[in-house]
């Protein structure tokens, strides 16, 4: 069984920056999507990030310009780089991966708090 390990998570100030990464603990192949997702406290999950096999990428508005992600196919590791953090970045952030054959993966969660 596959399992999705996150890290990076922490406490920052706003303005600051964070670092997450999201390591895969076997092979993972053919990989439709490799997703970054935050649920805040009484919010409902909301995708933050995404990036497709072909390499194409989407942000979700409110972070456009601040977070980047990216993507190690060889390592089937997938980061967040975010910057500028701001206290509505208060969030639970879980990696998901989309495999065309086997199926999908979800991270435990990494928690991320900004203060103002």
């Known amino acids: 069984q596959v399992q999705l390990v996150e890290s990076g998570g922490g406490f920052v100030q706003a303005g600051g920056s964070l670092r997450l990464s999201c390591a895969a603990s076997?092979?993972?192949?053919?990989?439709?999507?490799m997703c970054w997702y935050r649920q805040a406290p009484g919010k409902q999950r909301e995708l933050v990030a995404d990036?497709?096999?072909?390499?194409?990428?989407n942000y979700a508005d409110s972070v456009t310009g601040r977070f980047t992600i990216s993507r190690d196919n060889d390592k089937n590791t997938v980061s967040l780089q975010m910057n500028s953090l701001k206290p509505e970045d208060t969030a639970v952030y879980y990696c998901?991966?989309?495999?065309?054959?086997?199926?999908?993966?979800w991270g435990q969660g990494t928690r991320v708090t900004v203060s103002s």
């Open positions: 076997r092979n993972i192949f053919s990989i439709n999507v």
């Open positions: 990036i497709r096999g072909g390499g194409r990428i």
């Open positions: 998901y991966i989309r495999s065309v054959f086997q199926g999908d993966y």
